[in-house]
């Protein structure tokens, strides 16, 4: 009777899987087809996130597309690693709707790291997080909120997993934390002090790792301040 009941139960188990496969798969590939022949003709898009783009990467200059003072004084502080990176796309492939990608590529590196790091199957974190309606919107524009919040989602995971298992303490996890903050701080004017926050715990937590690793505090207080100020 038991053994049925765990026959039936792996069989439930296996069906739904596959069904949650076969979603993610299909989803995912719409959302491929859309962000790739949909003009993104949001009013964020039309008025700074695309002239911003072709700007920072020469393909149109002042003369080109005139901003009033308030979006110029944006163009010329705001951080506009997003911008850029989307520019960069929009000119490599000739294709204007090529930097709705941005987004859609941030959500899958998320699940990616997901899957590889915490051992997440891909399928289901792609289902939890289209679920989100503000998500699954972001995911096929221009709009730059989708890729620095992932950054900054992983940069979380990473303290929590160098927290949760202390050997995981490798170059690998430290400059996954270190490019995920750059960029989201680089992106996203109020991701900077949260990537700054973030940034001090890890030196915080540096610190008490090599406290207590060798109980040479100095060295620790040195190893970690000069970590924070390359960051």
């Not at 993104?40 to 393909?59: E, I, N, Q």
């Not at 597309?65 to 929009?90: H, I, N, Q």
């Not at 987004?103 to 289901?124: C, D, E, G, K, N």
């Not at 289209?130 to 989708?146: G, N």
Request: aromatic share 12%; with cysteine; glycine share 6%.
């Amino acid at each position: 009777m038991l053994q049925g009941v765990w026959l039936r139960t792996l069989r439930a188990d296996r069906l739904l899987t596959n069904v949650a496969v076969a979603i993610s798969a299909i989803v995912l590939a719409l959302l491929v087809v859309r962000a790739a022949t949909t003009a993104d003709m949001s009013w964020d898009t039309t008025a700074y996130h695309k002239p911003f783009s072709a700007r920072l990467v020469g393909m149109c200059d002042k003369a080109c597309f005139t901003m009033d003072a308030l979006m110029e004084s944006r163009y010329a502080s705001f951080p506009a690693a997003a911008e850029f990176v989307k520019g960069v796309m929009w000119r490599v492939t000739g294709n204007p709707e090529a930097p709705n990608f941005l987004a859609l590529f941030s959500l899958i590196a998320l699940v990616a790291y997901l899957q590889v790091s915490w051992r997440v199957p891909w399928y289901w974190s792609t289902v939890a997080f289209l679920a989100i309606p503000l998500v699954q919107a972001h995911a096929t524009s221009e709009y730059v909120d989708l890729s620095p919040n992932v950054a900054i989602a992983i940069a979380c995971l990473v303290l929590l997993k160098l927290q949760l298992e202390p050997e995981s303490w490798a170059w690998g996890s430290l400059l996954t934390f270190g490019a995920a903050t750059i960029y989201a701080a680089n992106a996203k004017l109020v991701l900077l002090p949260v990537s700054g926050i973030l940034c001090a715990v890890l030196g915080v937590m540096f610190l008490f790792r090599e406290h207590r690793r060798g109980g040479m505090f100095r060295r620790a207080a040195l190893i970690g301040s000069g970590w924070l100020v390359v960051l």
